[in-house]
C-alpha cells in the first residue's frame, strides 16, 4: 500500500507480485467502488503470478484524493498515464471495467505510447440515447439509495474517511454527469488503433449490451478480439472468474509482445 502524487493528486494503490521481466498490469476499477472492491484480491494474486500488477484507486475514490473536484474520463485516463510512468515504465497491459473500461479505452486512444495490450470491459466508445436517458434515474441518489441500500453503505465505507460520509451523492452525480458525456469515438478514430486490444462484455450487461458496445469497439479497431460470454451480465470477472483469467492470460501471452 502506497501513495504517489499524479496531476496534483494522491494516488492511493496496491502492488501485487515482484518486478519481473514481463510487462506489468494496471487493473482500472468502475466508478464509485475502489480497486480492491471492483478486482479483489483473487484475481490480483492470480495475474500476479505471471506479472506484477498495479491496483490504484482512481482519484476521487477510496483513499485517493481529488484537490481540483473534477472528473472525467479524459482526466483520469491522463492519471493512468502519468502512473505508469511513475512507476518507472515505459508500458503496462491496460484493464478496465465498467466506467474503468472507458478509461482503459481513453488511455489507448489519447496515450497508446505507454499501453502494451488494452482490455476494455463493460465499457462504451460512445454516448447513446440509451445511456443518456438510463443514468440520470439509476444514478439518481435517491432512486439509487431505495434500491440499493447495501452499496451506498458500501460506498461510504469506501470514501466516508478520505471525502466525507455524504460523499457518495456527489460521486453518483459525477458519474452520471460523466457518462452521458464521453467518450465519444467514431469508427474513424477506432481505426487508428494499433495496439492489441481485447474487448470483453457479458451478453446480458444492462448498461452496454444493448446497444453493442463491445461489438462497435472491436469491428472497427484493426485487429480486435471479441469476447462475450452468455448468461452473463455486467461483472464478466466476478461472475466467472477462472475463465476470465484463462482468456486474458492467454489473450496476453499470445499478443503480448506486438
Not at 468502475?30 to 498495479?54: M, N, R, Y
Not at 448498461?207 to 455486467?234: C, K, S, T
Request: hydrophobic fraction near 40%.
Amino acid at each position: 500500500m502506497a501513495f504517489v502524487e499524479i496531476n496534483g493528486a494522491q494516488i492511493f494503490y496496491e502492488v501485487y507480485g515482484e518486478k519481473r521481466d514481463k510487462c506489468p498490469i494496471l487493473l482500472i476499477h468502475g466508478s464509485t467502488i475502489t480497486g480492491k472492491i471492483d478486482w479483489g484480491e483473487k484475481i490480483a494474486l492470480a495475474l500476479a503470478q505471471c506479472a506484477q500488477v498495479f491496483v490504484p484507486d482512481c482519484r476521487g475514490h477510496g483513499q485517493s484524493t481529488n484537490p481540483q473536484g473534477g472528473y472525467s474520463f479524459k482526466q483520469l485516463a491522463d492519471d493512468a498515464a502519468a502512473f505508469i510512468r511513475a512507476m518507472g515504465y515505459a508500458r503496462m497491459h491496460v484493464i478496465g471495467h465498467s466506467n474503468g473500461g472507458n478509461v482503459a479505452l481513453l488511455t489507448l486512444m489519447e496515450h497508446p505510447e505507454v499501453v502494451q495490450t488494452c482490455i476494455p470491459q463493460a465499457a462504451n466508445a460512445y454516448v447513446t440515447r440509451y445511456l443518456v436517458e438510463r443514468e440520470p434515474k439509476v444514478l439518481d441518489p435517491d432512486y439509487y439509495q431505495a434500491r440499493h441500500p447495501e452499496a451506498v453503505n458500501e460506498m461510504i465505507a469506501a470514501h466516508g474517511p478520505t471525502h466525507g460520509q455524504e460523499y457518495w451523492r456527489e460521486l453518483l452525480w459525477l458519474t452520471m454527469k460523466e457518462i452521458i458525456s464521453e467518450p465519444n469515438y467514431s469508427p474513424a478514430e477506432l481505426r487508428r488503433v494499433t495496439r492489441p486490444t481485447l474487448v470483453i462484455m457479458g451478453a446480458q450487461d444492462a448498461v452496454n449490451a444493448f446497444d453493442r458496445h463491445a461489438q462497435y469497439m472491436a469491428e472497427n479497431i484493426p485487429n480486435a478480439e471479441l469476447w462475450i460470454p452468455e448468461g452473463i451480465g455486467h461483472n464478466v470477472h466476478t461472475d466467472i472468474p477462472e475463465q476470465w483469467l484463462e482468456k486474458v492470460q492467454d489473450f496476453m501471452a499470445r499478443r503480448g509482445r506486438e
